[in-house]
Each structure stands twice: as C-alpha cells, then as structure tokens.
C-alpha cells in the first residue's frame, strides 16, 4: 500500500515532467502556472502547495534535467577504449543535451546577467563531474604509458573544459557571463569542439 508520502512524490513527479513538457514546447517566459495546472487537471492552488511560484517550478525541473545527465556520465564513468571517445563522448553528449532542450533554456537567455545562485550551482555540479569524467579517462591513458605521467589531469581537464566553452561563453563560471547561443550557432560551435577534441588529445602524447 502507498502512503501519503508516496502519493506526494508521485504527483511532484508529474509536476515536473508536465512543466518540462510546457517549458520545453512555449519557453520559460510563455508558460503560465495555469497552465500547467490545467495540463495536469490539478487547481492552481494545489500546484502552488508543492512549488510556490513558477521560477522554483523551473530550478526543480532544471535540477531533474541534471540529474538524467548526470546519470549519462556516471553510466560511462571509466568505460572509455581511449581519450578520445572520451572526449568525443562529452562534448557529444553536452551537445545534445543543448539541442533537445533548446526551448527550455531560453530562461538562460532572458535572465542571463543575473541567473540565480541555484543555476550556477547546478552548472558548477555537471562541470565538477564532467572534470572528474575526464581526469578519469586521462590517468587510465597514464596507466598505459601512452601519457607522461607528469601530466596534471585537473589541470588539462580544466583547461579544455574553458576552452570549450570559449567558444561558446568565455569564462562562464567565474564571470558568470552566459551568452546563450543562437540556435543556428549551435552547430557550428559543435564542430569547432570537435577540432578542439584532436587538438588536445594529440598534445598530450
């Protein structure tokens, strides 16, 4: 039998997927409250018992968006045949993270000279295990000799990381400057990734 508790994550639950549904479609700034109250049959005032207004309705869904690619990289921790599919597989998979989520993220844009400390929370949570992802892949290339031993994984992982997003924002986590590309950018800015991925795995032998 399901106790309260159960009944409550449920519905939380169907609270999120039923507002990234509407976030995705219409975009932060033309989804209503109402709305997704009349998606889920659910009154206005009960929607608000669990989220009290709609930007914490988004930090959650945000938070939930994370976690499922965190879980991408987790699943992939340590299961790489050489750096390259490492890092072939992380910026792939940032990529496609951007791309099937465009329309959400247009809180980013509307908002991206004062995004809340939540936000940069969560950014700085996935480049923390995007680093950690990568170190990984670079001191198992150490383990077989075909890296110097000498190399300090943070160090590069950093730096590659900053120079991904160079292409895209600069300096996105210390200045907190977003600069959130235009849809028809995004391509290009994959492409440039993908040199840069040749660029560093070669330097590194």
């Not at 892949?137 to 992982?157: C, D, H, L, R, Y």
């Not at 900053?162 to 600069?170: C, E, S």
Request: aromatic share 12%; glycine share 4%; charged share 25%.
């Amino acid at each position: 039998m399901s106790t309260a508790n159960d009944q409550q994550d449920i519905k939380r639950e169907k609270i999120l997927e039923a507002s990234y549904q509407r976030f995705l479609h219409y975009g932060y700034s033309k989804t209503t409250m109402n709305e997704i109250a009349g998606d889920l049959s659910m009154s206005k005032a009960l929607l608000y018992y669990y989220f009290p207004d709609k930007s914490e309705l988004y930090m959650a869904v945000m938070r939930k968006l994370a976690a499922d690619y965190l879980k991408q990289l987790e699943d992939k921790f340590g299961h790489f045949s050489d750096l390259r599919e490492a890092f072939l597989f992380q910026v792939n998979s940032h990529h496609d993270f951007i791309v099937n989520n465009y329309n959400f993220f247009d809180y980013f844009r509307l908002n991206e000279q004062n995004l809340p400390e939540p936000i940069w929370e969560t950014i700085a949570h996935i480049r923390n295990a995007e680093i950690k992802l990568l170190a990984n892949a670079i001191q198992s290339e150490i383990e077989k000799g075909n890296i110097p031993g000498t190399v300090n994984k943070i160090e590069v992982v950093e730096l590659f990381l900053d120079a991904l997003h160079g292409i895209k924002v600069g300096g996105v986590l210390q200045q907190k400057k977003l600069n959130f590309p235009h849809r028809e950018q995004l391509d290009e800015i994959h492409s440039k990734r993908l040199l840069l991925i040749d660029i560093f795995v070669k330097g590194l032998r």
